[in-house]
DNA sequence: CTGAAAGCGCTAACAT
DNA sequence: ATGTTAGCGCTTTCAG
């Protein structure tokens, strides 16, 4: 049962030729004779070898691994993009390594060393809701370990990013409320330091601007989870500062609102009309399902992957640090009203 | 910025002192002196460095990485299983490698190669549905990899297991169905080679059984997905063979049924009852939230990452394969009727 | 066409 | 209390 597993040279001294040999056999190096191949393939593969990535990695001091670093894996937008960073990185040869800093601060920094130990090629990350600086990812491209950061960026990171277009998201969303006929519009948005905060809660200002709708700061809130959003709902209603739109940072914000709406014996949209953010699995689950913003979140990962990996075959000692944009789509449902 | 990473040669070149010296200093071993050990600490900290833990595994031919192999990272259950799987890998000092077999039997066994090949400590594994055969995971145990499974197990494999109690979860489900007053009730179900698909058909079978109500096969159907959930109620209700309850073997499944329901003008509860299995964020988003069976996902991964630890420290020649059952808990919400 | 030797970073037995 | 040496599995010069 408990068993040691095959390497080279057990491939070697059963054939009574070198390790060297072997090695040069399995990689179809031009110079060995196609009866030597021929051996040691076979024998390879009856006996079930498999190259050992850690004696290789350590060789050729890069390993085949990608770190990801990510706040919470149960959020389904998450996970989406993990699928799509693990899709295009099995297809290159590459494993997945995941960390959850579960929005710790410590936890984030700790598993940056984590990763650093593990010699990863790269890593991918999107940072904590309390993380505000940003040393520990500057010590992995030191080490030359190089960083693609994805959805939760900062301003003051001077490395490659991928974003989606948050702006005219919220932009889209907002505009379209008031093309249906929302004038009171709150936001329900997230932490301001995060630039998909600052970039949402500006895309909003920006369509009540073109619109000639005044800006109303009793409507506009740090709000951006389920509970939350149930709570500030109920009260926004029974205060009498009723809005007649909401546009939430993401979807679970947007269908606590919803729910508080119902709660409440008001209609979803004839009452207020509620936009999210993300399009995940649970949007189109909602009675009534909700109008979003799709967010590609598999095709963010695909594109932090590619990102890294053009970085990686380069090897360029400088490097002028990108941004990718993804634009987003609005998918109109049903708790908006029609246009 | 492309820089090497420190080694313990640089410690003690720069100290000109021996590698052996800083490794054992490193690790507190006794016989070095205390000024060494100052020394050799305050350079390690001030250069950041940090173990090659590529080397390390190398040298003692095992590394502290678990492989994660699971079908889809995108479903809520699986997610909060990993994040149980992180947690108590993390805190144990364990990095975790996930792959998803995107429910492909060929890139499933291409998963179990590459664990191979990066010589994990253990792999954890809900298998694929199209999975009939289980010796790529024999594989890894005959290479002193210990596998165990979780959630999809097969009855097959004389491995370790850790499942929920499916026949007594869907027995609960369906016991309340009838409790509240259903008469025809339908079973929406999976695969019957997995042993989830199997225990939880059985568990409904047995409640039919218990409260006298004769089994009816034209209400029992293949079908595990949203769409299929829609069509197939659709069909059922404009077929004139209608239920008055649904038990769906997932919670997935039962939503696309509540909202086809909905759909053809129907309520839910008062016309058609319905339950899901998983408990997942979704089932508190639906109008009417669902009643469900809690299958304590996060907690799965904890046990099996305990398990697998076990094993490890324990390191026996003869191993005794175990299943741990986890007892579920139906959550009644509003898409059953009163009792 | 093949082998011997060195080395990736680290540790542990064996010196001293 | 510290240094020397060997070796984990693999590749890659350098020599035949």
Redesign the interface.
Known sequence: ?????VTIKDIAAELGISASTVSRALKDHPDISVETKKAVNELAEKL?Y??????L??RQ?R?K?IGVIIP?????FF??V??GI??LA?ANGY??????S?ESFE?EVNET??M????VAGVLVSVSKKTKNFEHFQ?L????IPVVFFDRVSKEMKMDKVVVDDFDGAFKAVDYLIKTGCKRIAHYGTSMHLLIGKNRHNGYLHALFKNNIPIDDSLIFKCDDYDEAWYLTEKLIKSGNMPDGIFAVND?TA?GAL?AV?HLGLRVPEDISIVGFTNG??ST???PPLTTIEQHGYEMGQIAVRILLNRLEK?E???EPETRVIKTDLIVRESTKQI
Chains 1, 2 share one sequence.
């Not at 498999?50 to 004696?55: C, E, I, Y």
């Not at 919470?72 to 389904?76: A, F, G, R, S």
């Not at 650093?116 to 010699?119: E, G």
């Open positions: 049962m408990k068993g040691r597993q079930n498999k190259p050992n990535v850690l004696a990695s350590l001091s390993s691994i919470e894996l149960i959020h389904h996970s989406s993990i699928s693990d899709d099995y494993s997945v390594m995941i960390a959850q579960n936890r060393q984590v650093l130990s593990s010699r010590v491209e030191d080490n030359g679970i269908i729910q119902k699995r649970i689950m909602s009675d090897d000692e400088e490097h």
